[in-house]
């Protein structure tokens, strides 16, 4: 008999922190589910530790990749193996608490909504201090049956891991991670309430996010300030901006990205992103593979912009936009550099 839940868990290089995770999904008071690792060619001992689950509970299965294909990815592996009618995504450096599956599942099949969402903890390794992320900042209290359209406070909650969703809702709508850019992949979660999920919301807490000591060697791919960050917001942007466009709702009262509720905001990132790649990367000005990828992303999203959206941009942004169309790259990042540079 099939489970209701099928519960999917990335693994790549997170010796320190699976057992907890995988732990805290074996404690549920909710045991009817599956569990589905995907092995992402982890260099370390993670692959072992979840075989050693495996072997003592029949509710765990593993997909070993052949190559690094990153988190993206490995969501969907995950996704095309998954049985469950209801799909729940745990990043195994992350845990849950105990009743998170049951409140989730409750809520989904009470109301009958599309996706559930619980409240999330975020929790500082290197300090040890927790900050409530359980939607408080702009939420009263509970959400039910609620959309996009009538309550956009939704674009806070961007992140995908605090939500069970129904599988049939992404297969139907074709709504499954992007595999490029590997960071930023949450983006994914505009699509969905975009795409007319109807949503149900929780302020108890359900999830636990860790946030990785910058000291730590196990450091998460999201804190590194490698000028591959830059480009990934870019090509993720691009990506976002792109189902904009194709369903109409770019630069539309409905547009997350250009949302004052949104949580990532392309205006807002456009105003830094470049003023700080110029000024801390200028070593590397003379047209560095590196650099050059990060404005090749650049373009690539500037070329999707309407010119009635162009035309609404600060004079230095708008500057910006003129340079990378219409010169080539090497010529575009020089004058990009002197536009920006402190």
């Not at 009817?32 to 509710?59: C, H």
């Not at 109409?248 to 830094?272: H, M, V």
Request: with cysteine; hydrophobic share 35%.
């Amino acid at each position: 008999m099939k489970s209701p839940i099928s519960v999917i868990i990335p693994i790549y290089n997170v010796e320190p922190y699976l057992c907890q995770c995988l732990e805290s999904v074996i404690a549920q008071s909710f045991s009817d589910f599956e569990v589905i690792g995907i092995n992402d060619k982890s260099g370390d001992n993670s692959a072992s530790i979840f075989e050693q689950f495996l072997e003592k509970d029949s509710r765990f299965k593993l997909i070993h990749h052949s190559e690094n294909l990153g988190l993206p990815s490995a969501r969907n592996s995950g996704i095309s193996q998954a049985t469950g009618e209801y799909l729940f995504f745990l990043d195994s450096d992350d845990w849950i608490s105990p009743h998170a599956l049951k409140l989730l599942f409750e809520l989904l099949q009470k109301d009958k909504v599309d996706v559930a969402i619980g409240g999330t903890l975020k929790c500082y390794e290197e300090s040890g201090k927790a900050l409530c992320r359980n939607h408080a900042y702009y939420m009263e209290g509970d959400l039910h049956r609620v959309t996009i359209f009538d309550t956009p406070q939704l674009n806070w909650s961007v992140i995908s891991c605090n939500k069970l969703i129904k599988r049939d809702f992404i297969q139907k709508n074709n709504l499954y991670f992007s595999p490029e850019p590997r960071r930023f992949e949450d983006m994914l979660t505009y699509k969905w309430y975009l795409s007319g999920a109807k949503v149900s919301l929780t302020t108890d807490i359900t999830y636990f996010y860790r946030q990785r000591s910058t000291k730590n060697a196990n450091g998460s791919i999201m804190q590194t300030k490698d000028i591959s960050v830059m480009r990934d917001k870019f090509l993720a942007f691009a990506d976002i901006t792109e189902f904009m466009l194709e369903t109409g709702y770019f630069n539309s009262k409905y547009d997350p990205i250009n949302s004052e509720f949104s949580f990532t905001n392309l205006p807002r990132a456009l105003s830094w992103i470049l003023p700080y790649v110029v000024n801390n990367y200028s070593e590397t000005m003379d047209g560095a593979e590196s650099l050059k990828s990060v404005f090749h992303a650049f373009k690539r999203l500037c070329l999707l912009f309407p010119m009635t959206y162009v035309e609404t941009m600060p004079t230095n942004l708008q500057t910006a936009y003129n340079y990378i169309v219409k010169y080539e790259l090497n010529e575009a990042i020089k004058k990009i550099s002197s536009l920006y540079k402190k």
